[in-house]
C-alpha cells in the first residue's frame, strides 16, 4: 500500500471556526509532513515529525497547530485563520534513514485538502 | 543554500511530440538528492524520479527519461511522444536532510 490519504478533501471554514485536518499511511513511514501550496505556487514547508516527534517547525504561525498520536497519523489543528490562510494543505511521509535520522528517500504526498477561510 | 530554478514557466504542445523540461539546481552539498513529481489538476503530487548525486547515470523509464549532469548543475527531464494525460505542472526538487526545495514548476499542456 503506496498511498496516503487525506481527509477532508475541501474544507470551508470561517475565521472564528476550529477545524482539524487529517493525514494517515500504512507504509511503516516514521517521517510525516505539512506542506502549504498557494495557487501557481511550490509546495511550502510547514512541518516535519520525525519518529512522531515535531523536527521542523518553518516558523509557522501558532494558528496551526500539527499533532502526531502515532506512526501513521498526522493531524494539522486550525483556529482562528485568516483569508490568506486559504490553500492547498499537503500531506507527506517518508521513510527515515536509521543511521542518521535524516530521511533521504523521496517523500510520498497524499491527494490534498482544500482549504477556503471565509 | 540550496535553489532550484525552473526557468520555463509554460510549454504548450501537440500530442505526440516531445517536452523537454529543465531544472538547474545550486547546493554546495557533495551528496544531494533530486526529484522530479508531477502535480495534475487533481492536486496530488506524483514521485516520478529520485536521483542521488553520486549516480550520473541517466535513466528512461516507458515515455519519460531524465539527463542528470553534475558538470552542469543540471537535471532535465524529457516526455517522448506527448499524450493528453501528460498535462501537468511538474516540479523538480533538492533535498537536503529532511527538507525539500521545490523549483517554480513547469506547466505543460498537451494538446489532443
Known amino acids: 500500500d503506496t498511498e496516503v490519504t487525506q481527509t477532508p478533501k475541501h474544507l470551508v471554514m470561517g475565521m472564528t471556526n476550529k477545524k482539524s485536518l487529517k493525514c494517515e499511511q500504512h507504509?511503516?513511514?516514521?517521517?510525516m509532513y505539512w506542506y502549504k501550496q498557494k495557487a501557481k505556487k511550490p509546495p511550502e514547508l510547514m512541518f516535519v515529525?520525525?519518529?512522531?516527534?515535531?523536527?521542523i517547525n518553518e516558523s509557522v504561525p501558532s494558528r496551526f497547530s500539527p499533532e502526531c498520536p502515532n506512526s501513521s497519523l498526522l493531524n494539522l489543528h486550525l483556529h482562528a485563520l485568516q483569508p490568506e490562510d486559504s490553500a492547498l494543505y499537503l500531506c507527506?511521509?517518508?521513510?527515515?534513514?536509521?543511521?542518521?535520522?535524516?530521511?533521504?528517500?523521496?517523500?510520498?504526498f497524499g491527494p490534498g485538502t482544500r482549504l477556503t477561510v471565509l | 543554500a540550496q535553489k532550484v530554478t525552473q526557468a520555463q514557466t509554460e510549454i504548450s504542445v501537440v500530442e505526440k511530440e516531445d517536452v523537454t523540461l529543465d531544472c538547474v539546481y545550486e547546493?554546495?552539498?557533495?551528496?544531494?538528492?533530486l526529484f522530479w513529481y508531477k502535480q495534475p489538476p487533481s492536486g496530488e503530487l506524483v514521485f516520478l524520479i529520485r536521483?542521488?548525486?553520486?549516480?550520473?547515470q541517466n535513466e528512461i523509464s516507458g515515455r519519460y527519461s531524465w539527463n542528470f549532469q553534475k558538470s552542469t548543475s543540471s537535471f532535465n527531464f524529457t516526455i517522448t511522444a506527448s499524450q493528453v494525460v501528460d498535462s501537468a505542472v511538474y516540479f523538480c526538487?533538492?533535498?537536503?536532510?529532511?527538507?525539500?526545495?521545490f523549483g517554480a514548476g513547469t506547466t505543460v499542456t498537451v494538446r489532443a
Open positions: 507527506a511521509s517518508s521513510q527515515v534513514t536509521p543511521v542518521t535520522g535524516s530521511p533521504y528517500n523521496e517523500q510520498f
Open positions: 507504509m511503516g513511514h516514521r517521517a
Open positions: 515529525y520525525s519518529y512522531e516527534k515535531l523536527s
Open positions: 547546493t554546495r552539498d557533495t551528496t544531494y538528492y
Open positions: 536521483r542521488n548525486s553520486f549516480d550520473e
Open positions: 526538487a533538492l533535498r537536503q536532510f529532511n527538507k525539500l526545495s
